[in-house]
């Protein structure tokens, strides 16, 4: 079966713009998980999605940060105001249900804000 | 309090050496799970194994092994004839039952030279 997909797999952005990120978790999947790794740098975890609720959203460093999921499914990650420190490779995850499920990663988004 | 170390930065070997990579953990959880991931150049994580707190069997997989030992808190990563193809981070993670979310070491950048 298909595994976690993202898209873009690339971004350049202007320092200012607004971007979107998405995440297309496996099928069935009811958990999501949006982590940033920065270059060299561990994981570093942003928000956690159980259907379409945010029991936990503590990662995420500012207000430009806002995440959604809908129909229990694709979930998009918005940065506005983009800041030169936010370039990151963004990397979502699924897993069956939250806690101790494994996850499975998709292959991220490389962000450049310049 | 949770947290995973892996005091391992960085490691280099030669081709065919056996590897250790280490991974401490930290939780007040009785219930808790462990996991390893891979991380090649391509980005991409790669989910290798899930082991819970309740079963201290090693776990043999082919050239990899684990070795779960809950009185030193360790759960341990070994490589045997290592090869090129290795070369790769390494994560070490942790879910406890009192949270949502992984708990992640910061790595171990594994390169195993020719």
């Known amino acids: 079966g298909a595994g976690v997909s993202q898209s873009p797999s690339n971004k350049v952005t202007e320092k200012g713009k607004d971007v979107e990120l998405r995440c297309d978790p496996i099928?069935?999947?009811?958990?999501l998980y949006w982590y940033r790794q920065s270059l060299g740098q561990g994981l570093e975890f942003l928000i956690y999605?159980?259907?379409?609720?945010?029991?936990?959203k503590s990662g995420l460093p500012s207000d430009r940060f806002s995440a959604e999921r809908t129909g229990g499914s694709v979930s998009t990650l918005t940065i506005q105001r983009t800041q030169q420190e936010d370039s990151a490779v963004y990397l979502c995850?699924?897993?069956?249900?939250?806690?101790?499920?494994?996850?499975?990663f998709g292959p991220g988004t490389r962000l450049l804000v310049l | 309090a949770q947290k995973v170390t892996q005091a391992q930065t960085e490691i280099s070997v030669v081709e065919k050496e056996d590897v250790t990579l280490d991974c401490v953990y930290e939780?007040?959880?009785?219930?808790?799970?462990l996991f390893w991931y891979k991380q090649p150049p391509s980005g991409e994580l790669v989910f290798l194994i899930r082991?819970?707190?309740?079963d201290e069997q090693n776990e043999i997989s082919g050239r990899y092994s684990w070795n779960f030992q809950k009185s030193t808190s360790s759960f341990n990563f070994t490589i045997t004839a290592s090869q090129v193809v290795d070369s790769a981070v390494y994560f070490c993670?942790?879910?406890?039952?009192?949270?949502?979310?992984?708990?992640w070491g910061l790595g171990t950048s594994l390169a195993v030279n020719p």
């Open positions: 995850a699924s897993s069956l249900a939250g806690g101790p499920e494994t996850q499975y």
């Open positions: 939780t007040r959880d009785t219930t808790y799970y």
């Open positions: 999605f159980q259907g379409n609720s945010a029991p936990d």
């Open positions: 099928s069935g999947h009811t958990a």
């Open positions: 993670a942790l879910s406890a039952s009192s949270i949502s979310k992984l708990i």
């Open positions: 082991r819970n707190s309740f």
